[in-house]
Nanobody
Framework: QVQLVESGGGLVQAGDSLRLSCAASERTFSRYAMAWFRQAPGKEREFVAHISWSGANTYYGDSVKGRFTISRDSAKNTGYLQMDSLKPDDTAVYYC??????????????????WGQGTQVTVSS
């Protein structure tokens, strides 16, 4: 059982940057692909980014491509989401996930076993 804890959210202005962290409780985290999702009030959960277990492959949702960067540090059992040029539309609760249980449909549609509790990101205009 892997527990994931997100941190780094907050209130920022449009154009600012934030870096989210996802700390895992187990070293087995390094064997898992991981991803970030977000959910805004009244909206469905949205895929943000995916990174392979090795870190060699990344994949982004269209709405964040070119602005967000996913990475991981296996030695620290931690994943990251660097968010630049933030927009009010990026306001949401951000969740990290790990452990792909279904890889049908490509990285944007993978299903994950482990989820964090989420961290709020609010971008003011």
């Amino acid at each position: 059982q892997v527990q994931l804890v997100e941190s780094g959210g907050g209130l920022v202005q449009a154009g600012d940057s934030l870096r989210l962290s996802c700390a895992a409780s187990e070293r087995t985290f390094s064997r898992y692909a991981m991803a970030w999702f977000r959910q805004a009030p009244g909206k469905e959960r949205e895929f943000v980014a995916h990174i392979s277990w090795s870190g060699a492959n990344t994949y982004y949702g269209d709405s964040v491509k070119g602005r967000f960067t996913i990475s991981r540090d296996s030695a620290k059992n931690t994943g990251y989401l660097q968010m630049d040029s933030l927009k009010p539309d990026d306001t949401a609760v951000y969740y990290c996930a790990a452990g792909v249980v279904s890889n049908l449909g490509g990285p944007g549609q993978y299903k994950y076993l482990y989820w964090g509790q989420g961290t709020q990101v609010t971008v003011s205009s």
